[in-house]
């Protein structure tokens, strides 16, 4: 019997084997989204809980089973981005510069995660995947479960917002 | 809104939030899961808490209903 199916029937060891096999993967998609790295790993938890529940609903023979968590995993991530309040980003080191840039840089850099994080959750999560991380937008609509032109709605719209936000706080993009 | 626009916000936004791209996992989380399963699938609903509470208040209040609802089980 296949993978997939044994899982159907409810067989935990299918059940690891599935976990080991994509985790690394839904995680790595809920991070781009929701950028915390431990938040991320409860999400991929709450993914593949919700992946196990629906065992007996998932039709082994229309679909990959990545393209069904990586839908399940958007869905548990947007889930929180609604409930959340903003979280502290991924940090990274600031690139060496004068004091003043610095300070303009901080500035800068804080006007844009403000308004990044004014945008609803499911404009938010386009406008990331879409033009930080840059995933082509036909896997964006897949997870989100929408159409490519709704996507790229989404983008449009949140791109808009940002910049009227942007120019509100005095940065022009 | 121009491509230019569109490119120029694309370069604002990767300045305040790298992309985070291909990130790997730093630890199993299968252990984790498996005490999620566990804690999840042994989980009683509250409100079967509060029926247990119910029919022992009733029980010990009023003996007399034990022989009634052991007809009934």
Redesign the interface.
């Known amino acids: 019997m296949e993978l997939l199916e044994r899982f159907a029937t409810g067989d935990v060891d299918a059940f690891?084997a599935l976990?080991?096999q994509y985790?690394?993967e839904v995680?790595?998609w809920i991070?781009?989204m929701v950028?915390n790295?431990a938040t991320a790993?409860e999400l991929?938890?709450e993914t593949?809980?919700r992946m196990?529940r629906a065992r007996a609903r998932f039709d082994v023979t229309r679909g990959s089973c990545g393209g069904w968590l990586r839908r399940i995993a958007t869905n548990v991530a947007l889930d929180h981005l609604r409930r959340a309040r903003p979280e502290v980003?991924?940090a990274?080191d600031p690139p060496a510069a004068p004091k003043a840039d610095l300070v303009h840089?901080s500035e800068?850099?804080g006007a844009?995660?403000r308004a990044?994080h004014g945008l609803s959750p499911r404009l938010r999560v386009a406008?990331?995947l879409a033009?930080?991380?840059?995933e082509p937008y036909e896997d964006i609509a897949e997870a989100l479960g929408i159409s490519l032109n709704a996507v790229k709605v989404r983008v449009?719209r949140g791109?808009?917002i940002?910049?009227k936000e942007?120019e509100r706080a005095g940065?022009h993009? | 809104m121009s491509e230019p626009e569109m490119d120029e916000m694309k370069k604002l936004l990767k300045e305040a939030l790298p992309p985070v791209g291909e990130s790997e996992l730093r630890r199993d989380l299968w252990p984790a899961m498996l005490r999620h399963l566990d804690e999840r699938t042994v989980r009683v609903p509250w409100w079967d808490w509060v029926l247990l509470a119910g029919v022992s208040l009733l029980m010990l209040f009023f003996p007399g209903v034990i022989p009634a609802l052991l007809y009934h089980l």
């Open positions: 690891e976990f080991r985790q690394s995680f790595g991070l781009r950028r790295r790993e991929t938890l593949f809980w196990y980003e991924l990274e840089q800068l850099r844009i995660l990044i406008v990331l033009l930080v991380e840059e449009f791109v808009r940002l910049r942007l940065v993009a």
